[in-house]
Each structure stands twice: as C-alpha cells, then as structure tokens.
C-alpha cells in the first residue's frame, strides 16, 4: 500500500533556530517528492521537488534531502522565522499512468519568539 | 510559475442550498483538475478527479450527486455542492498539474472555506 508518514506531528522552536522534519514513504513506481508549506486557512506552497537522482534541493531557508534507497526525506529549515509557523506537508507522486499524489499527514511547525 | 485560482475564497450558506466553488488555470491549460477536502487538523482528502470535456472520476465514499463537477474548458472547473448541510462544512482546494516528460509539478487554489449554517 502507497503510504507517506511524517514525524513529528508538531514541533514548536524558538525563532532563530533551525529544526528538521521527517518524511518516509512507501510508494511504488516512484516519481517524485515534494515539501509544501501551508499556512493555516490558505491552499498548500511548493517548497521543493524532487526526483529519483536529486539528493538534496535548496529554497532559500529550506533545504530538502531524499535518500531513495531507504525511501526517507528530510526538510531543514535554518535560522527559523515567525512566518515560518505553519504545517509542512510532505507529498509523494506515484510514477503511474494516473500521476497519484500520496499525501503524508503533515508537520505543524510553531515558531515562538 | 503556474498561477491557480479559486473563487470564492468563503462562502457561509444556509442548510439546504447550493454553493458553486471555481478553480481556473490562469496561465496555463489544465486537462486535469483535482479536488481535495481539509478537515481541521488533518491533510488534503482528494475527492475527485476533474477531467475536462469528459465525466469526473469520484474517490471512494464521495457522493458524485452531492459534489457535482464540471470541467468545461481547459482552464475552468467547478465544484457545486448541492444540498450542503454542516458536516459539509470544510476547507475546500483545488489544483492543477502541468505534466512534464521529466516531472509533474501541482499547483493550489487558494482554497475555499465552506460553513454552512
């Protein structure tokens, strides 16, 4: 069964300082994963993407990892912000003919100051 | 990048009515459309598949009488929800996939916000 599981389930920092979130996944044919950002009420932000071959992807503040051999991935976040306080959705695409989106529960990420 | 769009961003309505929910593409063409319901504190709920000129295809448990979609043009689809009672009430969020030999890359609405009272 297609599944993606994150951890924590929240998490609350102390602005300035940097956390790691994350994803593990259990899809089949891969295609790719993505991090979004969604803050509370709003639709969800791509933050990154990436596929098979990527390792590691950089947006600004956020850094993403994928290891495909244990099927992990990680999103750090340096220096963390106020703006930075919302839920952290990790998304796998199932590389078949239909181009499914396996969702993971998300990360609510609270940044105190 | 791709832009989506949806309208209204909320909506309160009485038990018994219909309310319609816009999602359009605005710079690029979309076959396909996605519909998600948000519970609070939980993730995006795919309900259905909004394919244009043809019929939508529903996920398991999603009443396609209650949740009526239409994708007429490539850049438009809609979701109605008819008869809307309080366990209607939701975040509702649209999106749109611009495919790719090399990827697929998902683009959000902005959601909709649906209470109804």
């Known amino acids: 069964k297609n599944q993606v599981e994150q951890s924590p389930q929240s998490l609350i920092i102390l602005e300035g300082k940097n956390c790691t979130l994350q994803?593990?996944?259990?899809?089949?044919?891969?295609?790719?994963l993505r991090w979004y950002k969604q803050d509370t009420g709003r639709g969800p932000v791509s933050l990154t993407i990436?596929?098979?071959s990527e390792n590691t992807k950089s947006n600004g503040r956020y850094t993403a990892t994928l290891d495909a051999d244990t099927k992990q991935s990680s999103l750090h976040i340096t220096a963390s912000q106020l703006s930075d306080s919302a839920s952290y959705i990790c998304?796998?695409?199932?590389?078949?003919?239909?181009?499914?989106?396996?969702w993971g529960a998300g990360t609510k990420l609270i940044i105190k100051p | 990048g791709a832009v989506v769009s949806q309208h209204p961003s909320w909506v309160i309505c009485k038990s018994g009515t219909s309310v319609k929910i816009e999602c359009r593409s605005l710079?690029?063409?979309?076959?396909?459309m996605f519909w998600y319901r948000q519970f609070p504190k939980q993730s995006l709920m795919l309900m259905a598949t909004?394919?244009?000129?043809?019929?939508?295809?529903?996920e398991q448990g999603v009443e396609k009488d209650k949740f009526l979609i239409n994708h007429a043009s490539l850049t438009l689809s809609t979701l109605t929800v008819t008869s809307a009672h309080p366990e209607d009430s939701s975040f509702y969020i649209c999106?749109?996939?611009?495919?790719?030999?090399?990827?697929?890359?998902?683009?959000f609405g902005q959601g909709t916000r649906l209470t109804v009272v």
């Open positions: 999106s749109a996939t611009i495919y790719s030999q090399l990827n697929t890359e998902a683009f």
């Open positions: 909004s394919n244009e000129g043809s019929k939508a295809t529903y």
């Open positions: 998304v796998v695409s199932a590389g078949d003919s239909n181009y499914q989106l396996i």
């Open positions: 994803c593990n996944y259990t899809v089949s044919p891969f295609s790719n």
């Open positions: 710079d690029f063409q979309a076959t396909t």
């Open positions: 990436m596929t098979f």
